[in-house]
């Protein structure tokens, strides 16, 4: 049974910084690539960064190059987030995602940039 299950989401003031923190189960992970989406109040589900199977960043979305960081532990079945220089924005349930994707999607943690 696949599960993708994100954390680490939080109130943060602009210009702050979150670690989430993705643990994925059901597959084997390190064979694929993985990936972080971000869903804004009232927008579409948008792409934010994505990373090769043995750890190599792949993609980052214009609006937070320089400012986000992708990794991954395959010991740990885990994919990261590092976010820094947080701006409002930013605001939105981000969640992880294997590529290619499932049709399941975790309960993805919130992130709430906002002085």
């Known amino acids: 049974q696949v599960q993708l299950v994100e954390s680490g989401g939080g109130l943060v003031q602009p210009g702050g910084s979150l670690r989430l923190s993705c643990v994925a189960s059901g597959f084997r992970f390190g064979y694929y690539g993985m990936s972080w989406y971000r869903q804004a109040p009232g927008k579409e589900r948008d792409l934010v960064a994505t990373?090769?199977?043995?750890?190599?960043?792949?993609t980052y979305a214009d609006s937070v190059k320089g400012r986000f960081t992708i990794s991954r532990d395959n010991d740990k079945s885990t994919v990261y987030l590092q976010m820094t220089g947080l701006k409002s924005e930013d605001t939105a349930v981000y969640y992880c995602?294997?590529?290619?994707?499932?049709?399941?999607w975790g309960q993805g943690t919130q992130v709430t940039v906002s002085s």
């Open positions: 995602q294997r590529i290619p994707p499932f049709g399941y």
């Open positions: 990373i090769t199977p043995d750890g190599a960043p792949l």
